[in-house]
């Protein structure tokens, strides 16, 4: 049971130009979401949060959108640069102890 | 300050044998946690443990999977009479509080078994 979705397995950019990359969860009761990313042969590392009270937070080139009835947020990256090619891994904790991640998007920035 | 430490970052074991996994979670946190990373998938979370104390592990297989956070040393995650299925990487992730949501993860061990 995937309670986190990211259908797209991979995206392409233009250096420049926006990525966008969705999220759907199926959990109503998911109040936090999070952005992790992914170099290979790193672990992840944090990239940009929201509450499921607000339905944007922006960061630098970062920002999130949350959308509750659809139960679908987005992280837009603009402009992408060739370091932002990476796995994108959308992540949502559940029951306090444990945070389930999605499949993970690649995307792949080009100069 | 030295990040979360994993070792080894490579493992092969052949069937049947023993794979011990050890994670040093940053300075001053606590809260430790194991994730599985089979490939083309998520990281799927296996345990989470406090010093001396598992909390939950809901994640972990019922069988040949174990895993401690002494009071002195790494957390240890062992994995029994390993088969070719339990070949992934294993993300260590700590943070410092039960509450932080955002996690610190290690860069992993790949474990390969042939």
């Known amino acids: 049971d995937q309670q986190v979705k990211q259908n797209s397995p991979s995206l392409s950019v233009q250096e420049g130009r926006i990525s966008i990359l969705n999220c759907d969860y199926t959990n109503s009761m998911f109040d936090y979401f999070l952005w992790y990313k992914k170099y290979p042969a790193e672990g992840p590392t944090f990239l940009i949060s929201?509450?499921?009270?607000?339905d944007k937070n922006e960061d630098g080139r970062f920002t999130v959108f949350l959308n509750k009835s659809a139960k679908h947020l987005s992280l837009h990256i603009v402009p992408s640069q060739p370091g932002d090619s990476a796995v994108y891994f959308c992540a949502a904790p559940s029951g306090g102890f444990k945070t389930i991640f999605g499949a993970g998007t690649r995307l792949f920035v080009k100069a | 300050n030295a990040g979360v430490m994993q070792n080894p970052r490579h493992l092969v074991r052949r069937r049947g044998q023993e794979a011990r996994l050890r994670c040093s979670p940053m300075?001053?946190?606590?809260?430790v946690y194991w994730y599985r990373q089979l490939p083309e998938e998520g990281l799927k979370f296996m345990v989470y443990l406090q010093k001396e104390n598992i909390i939950d592990e809901s994640g972990m297989p019922k069988e040949r999977f174990s895993a401690e956070f002494p009071k002195e040393g790494p957390s240890i995650l062992r994995i029994q009479q390993v088969v070719r299925g339990d070949s992934a990487a294993y993300f260590c992730?700590?943070?410092?509080?039960?509450?932080?949501?955002?996690?610190?993860f290690g860069p992993g061990t790949r474990l390969t078994v042939t």
């Open positions: 300075k001053g946190h606590s809260h």
């Open positions: 929201i509450s499921s009270i607000k």
């Open positions: 992730a700590s943070s410092p509080r039960r509450d932080d949501y955002e996690q610190y």
